[in-house]
């Protein structure tokens, strides 16, 4: 792998990508709802060769391997632990239509003309050059080939986000990361989206407004789901770890009182608003 990227892997295949294997059923629960709107735009066949991008701990991976009996599905990832857990998964469901590769999108090469269909759920907002990521996605896609993914809008849209963010700035100095940074709001402009798409071969692109509600640490009480909250963060956990036990006390108490109104009895249910984003290639 070339010298790319190397914060996110350092996140991904660190303390985020850990984190991610320990929460995966949470964070499934979370965002199934919205990677099946874009895995639907697919209409896949069920002899379809499938990409999924940045398929992290392979949930849709394996839902894919699923829909495509007849075809064969292949997920792709620079997170070691993610794809280790994801191996794990299809290893014991005895899923065989299925491989997974540690591969960076952007950078490692990807067999040419090969695919179908390419998807992703919330994998492809990490790229230092999304261009070269999306460029080297599409040579991998047959010709006429389709691209579906979804990724979120801007942070003020989803307030599982801005408003924790608001109450744990109030504590602590985190920075804001600059407007299109590698990172999970990095396409929340319509027009960046459909610029990068352009530059990169895509034609047919079509970017559709999605507004859907969440549910976020279901079946916690508010408490744990705020406690859990505070622990997704590495950043902030980073920056707690040195801090007396009565700061991070102070942030969940804060945090319990904005989350207050979005807990239901099955975990925090928040409105969402992300962009499902397809072409051709
Ligand atoms: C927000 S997670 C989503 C994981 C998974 N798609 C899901 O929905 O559960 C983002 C994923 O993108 C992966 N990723 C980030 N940069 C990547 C790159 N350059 N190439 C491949 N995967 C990448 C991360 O390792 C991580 O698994």
Redesign the pocket.
């Known amino acids: 792998m070339e010298d790319k ?1 190397i914060k ?1 892997k350092e996140f ?1 295949s660190g303390k985020g ?1 850990d984190y ?1 294997v320990v929460k995966q059923n949470e ?2 629960i979370m ?1 199934n709802p919205l ?1 099946n709107q874009a895995l639907t735009k697919l209409n896949l066949s069920n002899d379809a060769k499938v990409l ?6 392979g ?2 991976t394996l839902s894919i391997a699923k829909m495509v009996s007849h075809g064969e599905v292949t997920g ?4 070691v632990p ?1 794809l280790q857990q994801a191996k794990t998964l299809a290893k014991n469901k005895n899923i065989n239509n299925i491989e997974f590769k540690v ?4 950078v490692d090469e990807m067999p040419t003309n090969n695919y179908d269909f390419a998807f ?4 492809v907002m ?2 230092e050059d999304p261009v070269q ?1 999306f460029r080297n996605i599409s040579q991998s896609i047959k010709e006429n080939g389709m691209l579906s993914f979804v990724c979120w809008q801007e942070p003020s849209l989803n307030p599982w986000q801005s408003l924790s963010i608001q109450v744990i700035k109030s504590y602590l100095e985190i920075p804001t990361p600059p407007l299109r940074s590698p990172g ?1 709001f990095a396409f929340q402009e319509k027009e960046y989206v459909h610029e990068i798409l352009e530059k990169s071969g895509f034609s047919n692109i079509k970017i559709e407004d999605n507004q859907q509600d969440i549910t976020m640490f279901s079946g916690k009480s508010l408490k744990d789901a705020s406690e859990d909250y505070l622990a997704i963060n590495p950043v902030v956990t980073e920056m707690l770890k040195d801090s007396p036990e009565s700061l991070r006390s102070e942030i969940i108490t804060s945090l319990m009182d904005v989350f207050s109104e979005y807990h239901k009895d099955n975990g925090l249910l928040f409105p969402s608003a992300t962009w499902l984003v397809t072409a051709n290639k």
Request: a negative charge.
């Open positions: 990227n996110q991904w990508g991610w964070m499934d965002l990677g999924d991008i940045g398929c992290g701990c949930a849709t792709v990832d620079i997170s993610m591969t960076d999108v952007q992703s759920r919330f994998g990490f790229f990521a999970p």
